[in-house]
T-cell receptor, first 113, second 111 residues
Framework: GQNIDQPTEMTATEGAIVQINCTYQTSGFNGLFWYQQHAGEAPTFLSYNVLDGLEEKGRFSSFLSRSKGYSYLLLKELQMKDSASYLCAVRDLLGGGADGLTFGKGTHLIIQP | NAGVTQTPKFQVLKTGQSMTLQCAQDMNHEYMSWYRQDPGMGLRLIHYSVGAGITDQGEVPNGYNVSRSTTEDFPLRLLSAAPSQTSVYFC??????????FGQGTRLTVV
């Protein structure tokens, strides 16, 4: 099976930078996704990593190290609207499911003025 | 584009009642899934489908049935609702193993 760990809650200041970590254990790794979910809303896609390294998309970047089973999501120039939960999801080709995705429990990010 | 559409958005059921949560997507995605989301538990897979006529169980399938008669629709049926099924339900679709698109969710309360 899969085991995905990420912090339950983090607090950061508007304008600052925050890094949300995700560690995973899986047997058939085939990619890692980050989703953003505002309270009461659906998750929305942020980033996807399948190879080692950094993927940058505007204020958001995501990093993957497959050998360490580790990823992080980096949010720069934080805005109040970034207050949300951030979900790490690992695709495991051996884990079943239509898309093989297993989600972590999510990190609730609180942005303070 | 409508994307993934779920109905209803809110529902209250009495224990033992049955109902169907509807999910439709207009992106011609092969893969569709149903998740439930509970506080502190994250998203858990209930059932999934890799194409019309093909369904399979996920992590928490008990008490739920699904069918996939068309590419577009993937309804989730609760056969006899129980308070433990109080949750937020999300339907998702993807083109094979690309990124998943989620519906807006159904908040279900079983009393």
């Amino acid at each position: 099976g899969q085991n995905i760990d990420q912090p339950t809650e983090m607090t950061a200041t508007e304008g600052a930078i925050v890094q949300i970590n995700c560690t995973y254990q899986t047997s058939g790794f085939n990619g890692l996704f980050w989703y953003q979910q505002h309270a009461g809303e659906a998750p929305t896609f942020l980033s996807y990593n399948v190879l080692d390294g950094l993927e940058e998309k505007g204020r958001f970047s995501s990093f993957l190290s497959r050998s360490k089973g580790y990823s992080y999501l980096l949010l720069k120039e934080l805005q109040m609207k970034d207050s949300a939960s951030y979900l790490c999801a690992v695709r495991d080709l051996l884990g079943g499911g239509a898309d093989g995705l297993t989600f972590g429990k999510g990190t609730h990010l609180i942005i303070q003025p | 584009n409508a994307g993934v559409t779920q109905t209803p958005k809110f529902q209250v059921l009495k224990t033992g009642q049955s109902m169907t949560l509807q999910c439709a997507q207009d992106m011609n995605h092969e893969y569709m899934s149903w998740y439930r989301q509970d506080p502190g538990m994250g998203l858990r897979l209930i059932h999934y489908s890799v194409g019309a006529g093909i369904t399979d169980q996920g992590e928490v399938p008990n008490g739920y049935n699904v069918s996939r008669s068309t590419t577009e629709d993937f309804p989730l049926r609760l056969l006899s609702a129980a308070p433990s099924q109080t949750s937020v339900y999300f339907c998702a679709s993807s083109f094979r193993q690309g990124k998943a698109f989620f519906g807006q969710g159904t908040r279900l309360t079983v009393v």
